[in-house]
Protein backbone atom coordinates (compact mmCIF):
# COMPACT_ATOMS: atom_id res chain seq x y z
CA UNK A 1 0.00 0.00 0.00
CA UNK A 2 1.44 3.37 -0.85
CA UNK A 3 1.12 6.55 1.18
CA UNK A 4 -0.58 8.56 -1.24
CA UNK A 5 -2.01 7.98 -4.55
CA UNK A 6 -2.37 11.50 -6.97
CA UNK A 7 -5.07 11.08 -9.68
CA UNK A 8 -5.23 13.36 -12.53
CA UNK A 9 -7.19 13.57 -15.56
CA UNK A 10 -5.79 14.78 -19.10
CA UNK A 11 -8.25 15.54 -21.60
CA UNK A 12 -6.32 17.13 -24.79
CA UNK A 13 -4.50 19.17 -22.23
CA UNK A 14 -0.86 17.75 -22.86
CA UNK A 15 0.70 20.84 -21.84
CA UNK A 16 -1.26 21.91 -18.91
CA UNK A 17 -0.44 18.86 -17.70
CA UNK A 18 2.72 18.50 -18.36
CA UNK A 19 3.16 21.35 -15.82
CA UNK A 20 1.39 20.26 -13.37
CA UNK A 21 2.99 16.39 -13.60
CA UNK A 22 6.97 18.93 -13.20
CA UNK A 23 5.45 20.17 -10.56
CA UNK A 24 4.99 17.05 -8.56
CA UNK A 25 7.79 15.40 -9.77
CA UNK A 26 10.53 18.23 -8.97
CA UNK A 27 9.19 17.43 -4.93
CA UNK A 28 9.44 13.82 -4.08
CA UNK A 29 8.43 10.48 -5.66
CA UNK A 30 4.99 10.45 -5.03
CA UNK A 31 2.21 7.62 -6.62
CA UNK A 32 1.03 9.71 -9.83
CA UNK A 33 -1.91 8.21 -11.62
CA UNK A 34 -2.64 9.96 -15.26
CA UNK A 35 -6.16 8.65 -16.87
CA UNK A 36 -6.52 10.28 -20.56
CA UNK A 37 -9.69 10.28 -21.36
CA UNK A 38 -10.05 9.52 -24.55
CA UNK A 39 -8.28 12.99 -25.89
CA UNK A 40 -6.99 11.65 -29.40
CA UNK A 41 -4.70 14.06 -30.11
CA UNK A 42 -1.62 12.47 -29.36
CA UNK A 43 -1.71 12.99 -25.80
CA UNK A 44 -0.94 9.06 -24.39
CA UNK A 45 1.95 8.68 -26.89
CA UNK A 46 2.98 12.37 -25.36
CA UNK A 47 3.23 11.23 -21.87
CA UNK A 48 4.29 7.34 -22.52
CA UNK A 49 7.49 9.12 -23.57
CA UNK A 50 7.87 11.61 -21.62
CA UNK A 51 6.47 10.76 -18.19
CA UNK A 52 7.54 6.55 -17.99
CA UNK A 53 7.38 6.86 -14.23
CA UNK A 54 4.24 7.99 -14.22
CA UNK A 55 1.12 5.18 -14.15
CA UNK A 56 -0.61 5.95 -17.33
CA UNK A 57 -4.44 4.71 -17.95
CA UNK A 58 -6.09 5.00 -21.10
CA UNK A 59 -9.73 5.58 -21.19
CA UNK A 60 -11.49 4.49 -24.49
CA UNK A 61 -14.25 7.21 -24.30
CA UNK A 62 -14.72 10.28 -22.29
CA UNK A 63 -15.87 8.99 -18.65
CA UNK A 64 -15.84 13.05 -17.35
CA UNK A 65 -14.41 13.98 -14.28
CA UNK A 66 -16.00 11.21 -12.05
CA UNK A 67 -15.76 8.13 -14.38
CA UNK A 68 -12.05 9.53 -15.19
CA UNK A 69 -11.26 9.83 -11.48
CA UNK A 70 -13.14 6.35 -10.42
CA UNK A 71 -10.64 4.30 -12.60
CA UNK A 72 -7.79 5.27 -10.12
CA UNK A 73 -9.48 5.48 -6.63
CA UNK A 74 -11.27 1.99 -6.91
CA UNK A 75 -8.07 0.55 -8.07
CA UNK A 76 -5.26 1.71 -6.53
CA UNK A 77 -4.62 0.76 -2.76
CA UNK A 78 -3.68 3.75 -0.78
CA UNK A 79 -3.92 5.35 2.75
CA UNK A 80 -4.57 9.05 1.13
CA UNK A 81 -5.71 9.73 -2.04
CA UNK A 82 -5.56 13.11 -3.98
CA UNK A 83 -7.60 14.27 -6.39
CA UNK A 84 -6.05 17.31 -8.78
CA UNK A 85 -6.61 19.27 -11.50
CA UNK A 86 -4.05 18.98 -14.99
CA UNK A 87 -4.19 22.95 -14.59
CA UNK A 88 -2.96 23.29 -11.46
CA UNK A 89 0.86 23.75 -9.74
CA UNK A 90 2.05 22.25 -6.58
CA UNK A 91 4.48 24.70 -4.10
CA UNK A 92 6.65 24.15 -1.91
CA UNK A 93 6.08 21.61 0.94
CA UNK A 94 2.34 21.10 0.04
CA UNK A 95 1.46 17.95 -0.25
CA UNK A 96 3.74 16.47 2.52
CA UNK A 97 2.02 19.34 4.63
CA UNK A 98 -1.34 18.05 4.54
CA UNK A 99 -0.75 14.54 4.58
CA UNK A 100 0.34 15.16 7.64
CA UNK A 101 -2.32 17.11 8.51
CA UNK A 102 -4.73 14.09 7.57
CA UNK A 103 -2.44 11.63 9.48
CA UNK A 104 -2.65 13.75 13.08
CA UNK A 105 -6.15 14.16 12.47
CA UNK A 106 -7.90 10.96 12.15
CA UNK A 107 -11.46 12.35 12.46
CA UNK A 108 -10.93 14.50 8.84
CA UNK A 109 -12.24 12.78 5.96
CA UNK A 110 -11.11 15.02 3.18
CA UNK A 111 -9.35 18.02 3.16
CA UNK A 112 -8.14 20.71 1.11
CA UNK A 113 -5.69 23.51 0.99
CA UNK A 114 -5.40 27.21 -0.12
CA UNK A 115 -6.10 27.53 -3.69
CA UNK A 116 -4.65 31.10 -5.59
CA UNK A 117 -5.05 31.91 -9.60
CA UNK A 118 -1.77 32.29 -11.47
CA UNK A 119 -1.07 36.13 -10.77
CA UNK A 120 -1.08 35.34 -6.72
CA UNK A 121 -5.01 36.36 -5.82
CA UNK A 122 -7.21 34.25 -3.76
CA UNK A 123 -9.38 31.51 -5.91
CA UNK A 124 -12.76 30.59 -3.67
CA UNK A 125 -12.72 26.55 -3.52
CA UNK A 126 -14.31 25.76 -0.84
CA UNK A 127 -18.49 26.53 0.48
CA UNK A 128 -20.57 26.35 2.86
CA UNK A 129 -23.81 23.07 2.05
CA UNK A 130 -26.14 24.10 -0.79
CA UNK A 131 -29.42 23.89 1.32
CA UNK A 132 -31.31 27.22 3.12
CA UNK A 133 -29.78 30.35 3.33
CA UNK A 134 -27.04 28.98 1.66
CA UNK A 135 -28.42 28.16 -1.32
CA UNK A 136 -30.43 31.49 -1.50
CA UNK A 137 -27.43 33.65 -0.59
CA UNK A 138 -25.14 32.19 -3.39
CA UNK A 139 -28.35 32.11 -5.81
CA UNK A 140 -29.37 35.49 -5.92
CA UNK A 141 -25.60 37.18 -5.30
CA UNK A 142 -26.93 38.59 -1.61
CA UNK A 143 -23.02 38.84 -0.71
CA UNK A 144 -23.08 42.49 -2.64
CA UNK A 145 -25.71 43.54 0.09
CA UNK A 146 -23.32 42.29 2.67
CA UNK A 147 -24.73 38.64 3.43
CA UNK A 148 -21.50 36.58 3.34
CA UNK A 149 -22.79 33.61 5.28
CA UNK A 150 -23.61 31.01 4.91
CA UNK A 151 -23.10 30.70 1.23
CA UNK A 152 -22.42 27.71 -1.23
CA UNK A 153 -19.52 29.99 -2.30
CA UNK A 154 -16.94 31.02 0.39
CA UNK A 155 -15.89 34.12 -1.46
CA UNK A 156 -14.61 36.14 1.50
CA UNK A 157 -10.47 36.33 2.09
CA UNK A 158 -11.25 35.93 5.80
CA UNK A 159 -12.62 32.52 5.25
CA UNK A 160 -9.18 31.47 4.13
CA UNK A 161 -7.23 32.72 7.14
CA UNK A 162 -7.40 29.39 9.68
CA UNK A 163 -8.00 26.29 9.49
CA UNK A 164 -11.60 24.98 9.86
CA UNK A 165 -14.39 22.81 9.15
CA UNK A 166 -16.55 23.64 5.86
CA UNK A 167 -19.45 22.01 3.65
CA UNK A 168 -17.28 20.86 0.70
CA UNK A 169 -14.10 21.38 -0.95
CA UNK A 170 -13.36 21.95 -4.67
CA UNK A 171 -12.10 18.67 -6.66
CA UNK A 172 -9.08 20.49 -7.88
CA UNK A 173 -7.58 19.94 -5.37
CA UNK A 174 -9.38 17.02 -2.37
CA UNK A 175 -6.90 14.61 -0.59
CA UNK A 176 -9.54 12.21 1.19
CA UNK A 177 -8.97 9.12 3.65
CA UNK A 178 -9.17 5.77 2.53
CA UNK A 179 -11.89 5.07 4.88
CA UNK A 180 -13.99 7.50 3.03
CA UNK A 181 -14.18 5.62 0.07
CA UNK A 182 -14.90 1.98 2.10
CA UNK A 183 -17.73 3.71 3.85
CA UNK A 184 -19.47 5.35 1.48
CA UNK A 185 -18.40 4.79 -1.82
CA UNK A 186 -16.78 6.88 -5.41
CA UNK A 187 -17.54 9.70 -6.76
CA UNK A 188 -21.44 9.84 -8.20
CA UNK A 189 -20.51 9.33 -12.46
CA UNK A 190 -24.06 10.99 -12.79
CA UNK A 191 -22.53 13.94 -12.65
CA UNK A 192 -20.57 14.22 -15.74
CA UNK A 193 -18.70 17.54 -14.52
CA UNK A 194 -19.14 20.04 -11.74
CA UNK A 195 -20.83 18.75 -8.48
CA UNK A 196 -19.58 15.60 -7.73
CA UNK A 197 -16.99 17.06 -5.30
CA UNK A 198 -19.88 18.82 -3.52
CA UNK A 199 -22.43 15.80 -3.41
CA UNK A 200 -19.06 13.85 -2.59
CA UNK A 201 -18.25 15.71 0.22
CA UNK A 202 -21.84 16.15 1.81
CA UNK A 203 -21.99 12.03 1.78
CA UNK A 204 -18.83 12.10 3.92
CA UNK A 205 -19.93 14.19 6.18
CA UNK A 206 -23.83 12.34 6.69
CA UNK A 207 -21.57 9.48 7.90
CA UNK A 208 -18.87 11.23 10.27
CA UNK A 209 -16.11 12.94 8.44
CA UNK A 210 -15.10 15.91 8.40
CA UNK A 211 -14.41 18.23 5.46
CA UNK A 212 -11.79 20.73 6.42
CA UNK A 213 -10.13 23.89 4.50
CA UNK A 214 -6.03 23.78 5.55
CA UNK A 215 -5.09 27.43 4.49
CA UNK A 216 -1.50 27.11 5.46
CA UNK A 217 0.11 25.70 2.06
CA UNK A 218 -1.08 26.62 -1.44
CA UNK A 219 -1.73 25.73 -5.03
CA UNK A 220 -2.15 27.43 -8.07
CA UNK A 221 -4.42 26.64 -10.29
CA UNK A 222 -5.57 27.83 -14.03
CA UNK A 223 -9.77 27.78 -13.48
CA UNK A 224 -11.32 26.49 -16.50
CA UNK A 225 -8.10 25.77 -17.85
CA UNK A 226 -8.96 22.37 -19.44
CA UNK A 227 -11.89 23.84 -20.91
CA UNK A 228 -13.57 26.13 -23.34
CA UNK A 229 -15.68 28.60 -22.34
CA UNK A 230 -14.69 28.87 -18.76
CA UNK A 231 -17.32 30.51 -17.51
CA UNK A 232 -20.02 29.34 -19.17
CA UNK A 233 -18.98 25.46 -18.75
CA UNK A 234 -18.56 26.41 -14.51
CA UNK A 235 -21.46 27.81 -14.38
CA UNK A 236 -24.08 25.35 -15.92
CA UNK A 237 -21.98 22.40 -14.81
CA UNK A 238 -22.58 23.63 -10.88
CA UNK A 239 -26.18 24.46 -12.11
CA UNK A 240 -27.31 21.77 -13.54
CA UNK A 241 -25.46 19.75 -11.19
CA UNK A 242 -27.14 21.06 -8.00
CA UNK A 243 -29.93 20.91 -10.11
CA UNK A 244 -29.61 16.88 -10.11
CA UNK A 245 -28.64 16.53 -6.54
CA UNK A 246 -32.14 17.99 -5.21
CA UNK A 247 -33.63 15.56 -8.01
CA UNK A 248 -31.93 12.71 -6.51
CA UNK A 249 -32.20 13.13 -3.09
CA UNK A 250 -35.77 14.91 -3.03
CA UNK A 251 -37.67 13.66 -6.26
CA UNK A 252 -38.74 14.77 -9.28
CA UNK A 253 -41.07 18.05 -7.54
CA UNK A 254 -38.55 19.40 -5.17
CA UNK A 255 -36.30 19.04 -8.61
CA UNK A 256 -38.70 20.89 -10.35
CA UNK A 257 -39.60 23.31 -7.49
CA UNK A 258 -35.11 24.07 -7.28
CA UNK A 259 -35.21 24.41 -11.46
CA UNK A 260 -37.48 27.56 -11.24
CA UNK A 261 -35.51 28.90 -8.71
CA UNK A 262 -32.32 28.68 -10.74
CA UNK A 263 -34.37 29.57 -13.64
CA UNK A 264 -35.44 32.83 -11.80
CA UNK A 265 -32.09 33.49 -10.10
CA UNK A 266 -30.56 33.69 -13.29
CA UNK A 267 -32.63 35.66 -15.14
CA UNK A 268 -32.18 38.42 -12.52
CA UNK A 269 -28.79 38.12 -12.90
CA UNK A 270 -29.06 38.60 -17.10
CA UNK A 271 -31.15 42.18 -15.88
CA UNK A 272 -28.47 43.29 -13.37
CA UNK A 273 -25.66 42.73 -15.45
CA UNK A 274 -26.98 44.46 -18.40
CA UNK A 275 -28.42 47.01 -16.33
CA UNK A 276 -24.56 47.57 -15.06
CA UNK A 277 -23.02 47.49 -18.34
CA UNK A 278 -22.03 43.95 -18.21
CA UNK A 279 -22.93 42.48 -21.42
CA UNK A 280 -20.73 39.79 -21.54
CA UNK A 281 -21.58 38.25 -18.20
CA UNK A 282 -25.50 38.86 -19.30
CA UNK A 283 -25.10 37.14 -22.12
CA UNK A 284 -23.33 33.90 -20.53
CA UNK A 285 -25.92 33.41 -17.82
CA UNK A 286 -28.60 33.74 -20.98
CA UNK A 287 -26.90 30.84 -22.59
CA UNK A 288 -26.55 29.16 -18.85
CA UNK A 289 -30.63 29.47 -18.88
CA UNK A 290 -31.02 27.67 -22.13
CA UNK A 291 -28.88 24.56 -20.80
CA UNK A 292 -30.67 24.01 -17.41
Known amino acids: ?31 IWLVDNASKDGSVEFFKSKYPQVNLIESKTNLGFAGGHNLVLSNVDARYYLILNSDTEILDSTLNVMVKYMGNNLDVGIASCKVLNHDGTL ?19 LE ?20 HEVGWVSGSFMLVR ?8 FLDEDYFMYFEDVEFCMRANY ?30 GELKGLNLYYKKQFGSL ?39
Open 123 to 141: QPNVGDIPMGSGLINWLFN
Open 144 to 163: IFGVKKPSFHRNDDGFYKEI
Open 254 to 292: IGILIKILILFALILRVVAFTLIGKGEYAKTYAKVIFSI
Open 207 to 236: VGFKVMLVPSVTIKHLSGGSLDDPKYRQWS
Open 1 to 31: MVDLAISIINYKTKELTSSCLDSILGKGGYN
Open 178 to 185: REVFEKIG
